[in-house]
């Protein structure tokens, strides 16, 4: 391929990030983009490395009606990724490794507008990795696609070439096929004109109605394009904008099309497929599928097997989630091991992953906890060893960035570490923890969901649950006891942002080892204890009476976001410590 010069104008730092992603090339000729792979502001993107667009994030690309473009695309890391435009059915492919680049030629079409770009892979689409392609023979200035607000932008007049059809609505009061009236077309918009004078338009306009007229009309005529909900028939949409147009009318088009919400042009079909009840994986970790206590031995070797698996899976009635696990399970496998013991840990990526995934134990005194030795590539594997020095229930979590977008995807989990002798034995032990997810969908939405990151970054998650989704320890995996035994609950925040107040409605804590530290004397009597995200803690307590207990976070408003479990408890009735008529609608 012909080689990039980089200009005098880049900086040294983007010299040096062209250089190792894109290696060395030969000079662009023609029209052809070439992008890497990047983490911006906590959100993947496309990165332009490649003449105009160079180091403006998912780029807006321009391209002639019948032009042959090339798009290259380089991975900078961070998992698979490759770039797709779905209206001409083109695809650079896959590339997995790092520096890897493939490329797509294809001939745009003959109709002015915006093409869609994004990375197909999983949910890389969601977390923003997209862009326009806008088709005109007028040259556009590039852009990061987010910026197309103005009346002005690309973005704004290529919705106007397309979504005068493409959304659905009417152009000079003539409905369309859903009966949907276009606006007035008497106001003028001053936007335009302000955004001519103010500076930031480079063309050859000397008026606004030049302006306007470049950007839109001239020199082709419109083409109409296929609606979302079904094609524009001729006696809809006239064929020739510029016939049938005057400036204030365009003007006012313009006005019309930049005022309307996000996702107006052509995402009706998608958010309809949206509400389609799903069915997907059963994610849940059992509550009682954890190793039992390892008594009296001396230090050994123990081996940890965990494999990074993405699935997708059941977060509630008629919704599904894109989670990343370990295991296949929320959350992952609970391990078991004595102080002394030297761990062995092998981490596997699924050949079927996207990411690129690793651990970060907090047992382990070492940098990253781990997390330096296993950043593993689908279908690899990593190997470290640490000894493990310290008593306690610790998380362990992936710790790939962004950190915060794989663990609340469910990628968390629990290790014990007993002090020697182990610790006081009890009837019965559960293993529950606690996770905060971020959908694209409001809660409740039924279809599948993935990660919105504005929402992660927020802290505003729509999902509060326990192990990994609505209903998991309620309706699907209560826990389950007798009157006369005593249970032990390894609890845990997997986060990554919020704190609980953990609390098990009508009882109370005998004994909490405040933040899972197993050398400390416990607390005794306690009602509520905190636990942060990245924290544990582990509590006891005997059952002297039967009913259903309800596990919570005291942070109650929680309830309505999924956050609840079940401890059922048999056996005899106790009138001398409980004594009463049951009323209806107390949710026990």
Known sequence: MKRIVTYLGLTVIAAVFIAACAGTRSEIAGKEYVLTTDLKDGNLVFLGVSDEINGIANPTLSAAPGETITITLINGGMGQHDITFPEVQASTGIVKEKGEETSVTFTVPNTHGQMEYYDSVANHKELGMKGILVVSDVAQSPMPAAQGSGSGDPQVLAAFQKGACGSCHTIAGIPNAAGVIAPNLTDVNVAAEEHFKSGSYTGKAKTAEDYIRESILEPNTFVAPTCPTGPCAANVMPANLSETLTTDEVNSIVTYLSSLPAGAYGEAPAAAAAAVPATGADIVRDPTDLPAPIGVREPTTVRIDLEAVEVEGQLADGTTFTYWTFNGAVPG??????????????????????????????????????????????????????????????????????????????????????????????????????????????????????????????????YV????????????????????????????????????????????????????????????????????????????????????????????????????????????????????????GSGH
């Open 333 to 462: 496998p609970f391990f078991r091991v004595r102080v002394g013991d030297t761990i062995e840990v092998h981490m596997k990526n699924s050949t079927t992953s996207t990411m690129n995934h690793s651990v970060d134990f907090h047992a382990v005194t070492g940098p990253g906890g781990g997390a330096v030795m296993t950043q593993t590539e689908p279908g690899k594997e990593s190997v470290f060893t640490a000894k493990a020095l310290n008593p306690g229930l610790f998380v362990y979590h992936c710790a790939t960035p962004m950190v915060a977008n794989h663990i609340s995807n469910g990628m968390y989990g629990l290790i014990l570490v007993e002090p020697e002798g182990g610790l006081p034995r009890v009837d019965r032990e559960f293993y529950v923890m606690q996770g905060d997810i971020y959908t694209t969908g409001a809660f409740g939405e039924q279809g599948r969901q993935t990660t919105d990151i504005t929402k992660l970054l927020n802290e505003d998650p729509e």
């Open 465 to 584: 649950v326990f192990n990994g989704a609505v209903g998991s320890l309620t309706t699907q995996k209560p826990l389950k006891a007798n009157v006369g035994e005593t249970v032990r609950i390894f609890f845990g925040v997997g986060g990554p942002n919020l704190t609980s107040s953990f609390h098990v409605i009508g009882e109370i804590f005998d004994r909490v080892y405040d933040q899972a530290s197993l050398t400390a004397a416990p607390l005794t009597d306690v009602q509520t204890t905190i636990v942060p995200p990245g924290g544990a803690t582990v509590v006891e307590f005997d059952l002297q009476v039967p009913g259903r207990y309800i596990l919570v976070d005291h942070a109650l408003s929680r309830l309505q976001r999924g956050l609840a479990g079940y401890l059922i408890v048999e056996g005899p009735d106790a009138p001398d410590i409980f004594l009463g008529t049951p009323s209806a």
